[in-house]
């Protein structure tokens, strides 16, 4: 992996850890609720990841002492997985991208959805030609029908619309 | 019995359209290993749900045939293009291109899937050997070692994942937390459900697999955009003459001990869990460049300089699956989706997997030994196709990834909330990678959380509550209890500048 002098501010801001540790917490109160077999082994892991999330905290602030938890603790962001830094407008779209894929699979169903997310983003977000765009969507149709339907015989999700007992019988 | 699974595993390949399924994991992994991005953990995420209907050996076969191509697809791209398919293969960039702009382009392919065949059949036949000594030792371990050794598995790779030993084990507390979804196995209460009757047997693992490696991966690579290699570069590569593989076949036998160390140092690399076949190489092109006569020509083109690493990258296959099959310890992001589609079996990964399913071990182990040989065959007949891949446009790749990853999940069991729960966990996965939490603890976390929590509540009834008394006074337990502590602290003992203490000691 190469190294990266700097990381993006949003990657190393306080805020990612912050909402670890009151995820960490919440999981430990609530935890805490059960019975003592069923709370211990789940009990110790929040606890665990309260006292780590703190110290992730603690190395990306200010506070003295930040600089030996990152030297010991290896909180330091040279070695990042993800060399590039998209803008956050870009990521909510790709998001969205991939959120509207399933929201679409849910609605009309996964083989009416697979072929229209293809086309719709090979042509919106990938700027591909129609041509290509519509190539990608009869392509995935093709595969998805011949393969799940025809060879497998498997009915696939046709959608809330079209499917009896909606969210319930998921 | 090893010997008898190991050739009935062997008869089965030859007879029957086994050798179909692992010739199509062998192709199915030389395309997704030469398309950067894309990778083995992607390819065996999505094919999860496709070897659902097949017999648990035939499973192992696409498996184990897309986990010993994936590299040396990975280094034709690297070769070239001068850009690796796979991370491990950025090492082979550094001779394998100037090789190719020199006109020396099938010398370098064909040494690069010589080592790699040789490299894999080196792992894996140390991997046999092992298997034995793994089996006595397994046979000793009782609930309170299967426990230390998931803790044991969880510090030591979260330890190696360089740089993030914090964050790492902050992911692989969420992947424990995930893992205690559902009805606890001795009580039978329900926890973190928030009422979702969905939820009483768990986080289908499934699911979870394809949204942290299939869809996150997907965001990524979509943000990433862009195309796989400039289109000077790209024609410069399809324009190339692929003639000498000849003389790189021959090579590696002439510089055996470069293949043989570089297999050694895979093969090591691998075992330790979170390493992984990007140090491996590295490790081995340096340690061959720095005590090479010739140093002075790594990097402009010396075939060595491709040997080492691709038989490193390829040997680490059959050293991260000692832990994984020895104790059922995930090594890599791979092993851990490799463990997921052995769940879907009906076969539970753990510390007894060597034990129980020796048939399908073995049979992993023959199809990773075909794939090895086969992958460097098809590669070298293939070469020039494989590079016209990369021609495809990552707009394309990316939305054809995703419907196919949430179909393959919704086949499997015919639950849309398993899409949900995909597509939820493939968006958290996402975070994770840019926010730099590392997603192998997490997964491996979860793979083995509930056998850690179940060996924990079976050392307590043992023991009566005195679990610590009870662990201490087993030799086996404290090896472990003292290797673990050992692994969490040595790398902040490697940063105490210890000689300037002593020396104002002194």
Known sequence: ?170 | MGLDALFEAFLAVLNGGSLLFLMAGVLLGLTFGVIPGLGGTTALALLIPVTYTLEPLDAMYLAGGVMGATSFGGSISAILLNTPGTAPNAATTFDGYPLARQGKAGLAIGASATASALGGLIGLFTLLLFIPVAREVVLSFGSSEFFLLTILGLAAIAVSVKGKLLRGLIAACIGLLLAFTGANQFTGETRFTGGMNYLWDGIPLVPALTGLFAISQMIELALKGGSVADEETRSAAENMKITGVGEGILAVFKHWPVLLRGSLIGTVIGAIPGLGGTVASFLSYSSTAQTAKDRDTFGKGNIKGVIAPEAANNAKDGGSLIPTVAFGIPGSAETAVFLGILVLHGIEPGPQILLQNEREIYGLIVALTVSAIGASVLGLIFARFLVLITRIDVNIVVPVVVTLSLTGVYVLEGRMADVAVATIIGIFGYLMIRFDYPRLTLVIAFVLGEIAERSYHQVRLISDGNVLEYMLGRPISVILIVATIVTFFLPAMRKIPWRRLTGSAS
């Open chain 1, 1 to 170: 992996m190469k190294e990266t002098p700097q990381a993006p501010r949003m990657v190393t801001s306080i805020w990612p850890a912050v909402l670890l540790l009151a995820f960490a917490v919440v999981m430990f109160l609530i935890a805490r609720g059960y019975s003592a077999t069923s709370a211990r082994f789940p009990a110790m892991v929040a606890g665990a990841m309260i006292v780590l999330a703190v110290f992730d905290v603690w190395s990306r602030s200010k506070i003295p002492g930040a600089q030996v938890v990152e030297t010991f603790g290896g909180t330091g962001f040279r070695q990042r997985e993800m060399m590039h830094n998209p803008t956050f407008a870009n990521q909510a779209e790709c998001l969205g991208w991939i959120a509207g894929a399933f929201a679409m699979m849910a609605t009309v169903g996964i083989l009416a959805a697979s072929p229209i997310f293809c086309a719709a983003y090979a042509r919106l977000r990938g700027k591909l030609t129609l041509a290509v765009s519509a190539g990608v969507g009869i392509g995935v149709l093709i595969f998805q029908f011949a393969v799940f339907e025809w060879a497998l015989n498997y009915e696939l999700y046709r959608g809330l619309f079209f499917t009896k007992g909606g969210v319930n019988a998921w």
